[in-house]
């Protein structure tokens, strides 16, 4: 019986991610291997921005692709791919963020547009603009990492990985009214935090 052709180099850099994917589904490494070069980058920044390490965001950069290859298989095709790998991102990220008070944190990185990213791109009434003008990179960091799990995904996703509404709610699985909501309490929350940071009263 003759074996099917095998995809070229050429082929596989040039296929589809759900063409990647089916590629996994059948054991072709390729398809992991062009999958990681064009999401790895993305993703360990998702990831280091949620956890606030670098140790936790390799690790978790690493397993995003090990399930996918694990599971690849069983993929429905019901979403596009690069949302399927952010879900799985996140998933992960939640089962590390309980447990990352556990060792010393590192910095997050050195970014001057940190805060002025999570400003960019708001269409609600209460922008971030001006809650973080005057804030340094510092105090903005300390008030996202008090916030839950939860809040600091949904200012991550929408504010730093700049994905819009329809993006998170495949993520997440929030409808488009519960999403706004909860990203509109997590601003104030932060807020808030960024405010007693300021007075003197944030512990």
Not at 70 to 80: D, E, I, K, P, W
Not at 81 to 96: E, F, G, K, Q, S
Request: charged share 35%; glycine share 4%; aromatic share 8%.
């Amino acid at each position: 019986m003759e074996r099917p052709r095998e995809a070229s180099r050429t082929e596989v850099a040039n296929a589809s991610d759900e063409e990647l994917l089916r590629l996994c589904g059948e054991g072709d490494r390729r398809g992991l291997e062009e999958l990681v070069r064009r999401y790895q980058s993305q993703l360990f920044s998702f990831l280091y921005r949620l956890t606030g390490s670098y140790e936790d965001a390799e690790e978790a950069t690493l397993e995003v692709f090990l399930r996918a290859w694990r599971t690849a298989s069983g993929f429905q095709y019901r979403a596009r791919v690069a949302t399927w790998l952010y879900r799985i991102a996140v998933n992960i990220a939640r089962d590390l963020y309980s447990r990352k008070k556990a060792r010393p944190q590192e910095p997050w990185p050195e970014d001057e547009d940190v805060a002025a990213s999570l400003a960019v791109g708001s269409a609600e009434e209460e922008a971030l603009d001006a809650l973080t003008r005057d804030e340094t990179r510092r105090q903005l960091v300390a008030a996202l990492d008090k916030l839950s799990a939860s809040d600091r995904e949904l200012l991550v996703m929408y504010y730093l990985q700049q994905m819009d509404y329809d993006e998170i709610t495949e993520v997440t699985g929030l409808s488009y009214t519960v999403l706004k909501t909860r990203l509109a309490r997590a601003r104030q929350r932060l807020r808030r935090h960024i405010e007693r940071a300021q007075a003197g009263t944030e512990r």
